[in-house]
């Protein structure tokens, strides 16, 4: 990738993460990365193009994310990493989560589906440890780390860590 693509889409993920997608102009996106407005077009052929481009990348950090749990077998550990994730994330990537959290609420770009085969494994970790009802805990559990990743990224990891650890002290791991 060039520089000054690597410029737009960096510009772009940090304004759209800010201030929306509809609310960013193509102009500000090349203001910001210190190029011509018609090398965005060049390079994306409009804005929505941009912002498939980074939707595009969102499912590689996924998969890098995950693939550790998915490849995890003791079930203690696989409910471990899960809670663990949010904090994992380093404090570069916050622009990116942030976007990918305020996308959920475009129904283009919502796609349920997307973290089932992880919300399977916890359910299984989840069986293997004999819960009751291993799906709804997984289910629960998905929502309170989803919950507590919208906290991290508005407010930081600060002051976290207890929540973190009565989860571990919760599920036993």
Same mark, same amino acid.
């Given at each position: 990738?060039?520089? /000054?693509?690597? /410029? ?26 210190? !190029? ?39 079930? /203690? ?11 994992? !994330?380093? $404090? ?35 069986? $293997?440890?004999?819960? /009751? ?10 929502? !309170? ?27 036993? !791991?």
């Amino acid at each position: 990738m060039t520089d /000054k693509k690597e /410029k737009i889409l960096s510009a772009a993920l940090e304004l759209f993460a800010n201030d929306g997608f509809n609310a960013t102009s193509t102009s500000k996106i090349a203001q910001k990365a210190g !190029v011509s407005e018609g090398l965005i077009f060049r390079h994306f052929d409009n804005k929505k193009g941009l912002l498939n481009a980074i939707m595009g990348e969102a499912e590689s950090r996924l998969m890098e994310l995950f693939t550790p749990m998915m490849q995890e077998e003791n079930p /203690k550990k696989i409910i471990e990493m899960y809670i663990e994730m949010p904090f994992s !994330v380093d $404090e570069s990537q916050r622009s990116f989560w942030k976007l990918q959290f305020m996308l959920k609420w475009q129904e283009e770009y919502y796609n349920p589906d997307k973290l089932k085969p992880f919300l399977d494994k916890i359910a299984i970790a989840f069986k $293997e440890l004999g819960f /009751k009802k291993p799906e709804l805990e997984a289910k629960h559990l998905e929502q !309170v780390i989803e919950s507590l990743s919208i906290s991290i990224l508005r407010e930081g990891k600060e002051g976290k860590e207890a929540f973190k650890e009565f989860l571990l002290e919760k599920y036993n !791991v």
